[in-house]
């Protein structure tokens, strides 16, 4: 059976870091028998990141790599019935999520002192207090500055607002009135928008950013649909 390792259950998603969700919806998806397994230190993964697939004795770092992985071991295409115009659009929706929403929440989640704290209570709440005294602030001075080498956590709160809004309205944009955002099942790009979305308008504590996010209907109707069609089983 299929292992999952990711960032255990927080704040309403079934990982807390989006990735990880986005991976348990392709699995979900792609009929695979798997199990989950929670964790939190990534020291010991290949990339020093998670999520991390582990078939057997193979181990797979990377969520785009564990999508490759899952469509060739189990001959399943998470874009069946996409034209190449779509595929071209999925891919380009999928990277923007990734290298550009993303960071506008980790800038959130990481900069705010209202949801660090929380952030970081979640984090340590079953490690020793030595733990969270030893490695809290050298973790969020590392979050801060990936964001800040990526150029986000350069921008104020009212420019990162103006990116959010560009990156809302682009998949508003594709989604129309469409169930899902190619047509009436999820595709790959969906198991992606959804967890990302609902990263963005559910923050350990509530920002003007992650307001806009939870206020739009249209987005977040299209996230309910989302779970109710990918993410059977999991808690949250």
Same mark, same amino acid.
């Given at each position: 059976m299929l292992k999952l390792i990711t960032f255990p259950p927080a704040f309403g998603a079934p990982s807390m870091s989006p990735f990880g969700t986005k991976v348990m919806c392709? #699995?979900?998806?792609? /009929?695979?028998e798997w199990q989950v397994h929670y964790a =939190? @230190? !990534?020291? $010991?993964?290949?990339k020093k990141k998670l999520p991390v697939l582990k078939? =057997? @004795? $193979?181990?797979i770092p990377d969520s785009n790599a564990i999508r490759a992985y #899952?469509?060739?071991k189990l @001959? *399943?295409? *998470?874009d069946a019935g996409l034209s190449a115009e779509q595929r071209a659009t999925s891919h380009m929706l999928i990277k923007m999520l990734e290298e550009h929403t993303y960071f506008i929440g980790l800038v959130e989640r990481w900069s705010s002192e209202d949801n660090w704290q929380i952030m970081r209570r979640k984090m340590f709440e079953n490690a020793p207090k030595w733990m969270e005294i030893l490695l809290a602030n050298k973790i969020r001075k590392k979050m801060l500055a990936q964001a800040y080498a990526q150029g986000m956590a350069r921008h104020s709160e009212k420019e990162r607002l103006q990116l959010a809004k560009a990156d809302m309205a682009a998949i508003? !944009?594709? #989604? =129309? @009135?469409?169930? *899902? #955002? *190619? /047509?009436a099942a999820p595709t790959a790009a969906d198991a992606t928008a959804v967890p990302f979305l609902i990263t963005m308008a559910h923050m350990p504590a509530a920002t003007k950013i992650s307001k806009h996010f939870a206020a739009d209907k249209t987005l977040m109707d299209y996230v309910e649909r989302g779970k109710a069609a990918m993410y059977q089983g999991l808690k949250s």
């Open positions: 392709l #699995l979900n998806m792609s /009929g695979a =939190g @230190d !990534t020291r $010991k993964s290949p078939d =057997g @004795d $193979k181990i #899952l469509e060739q @001959d *399943f295409d *998470f508003r !944009t594709v #989604l =129309g @009135d469409k169930d *899902f #955002l *190619f /047509g």
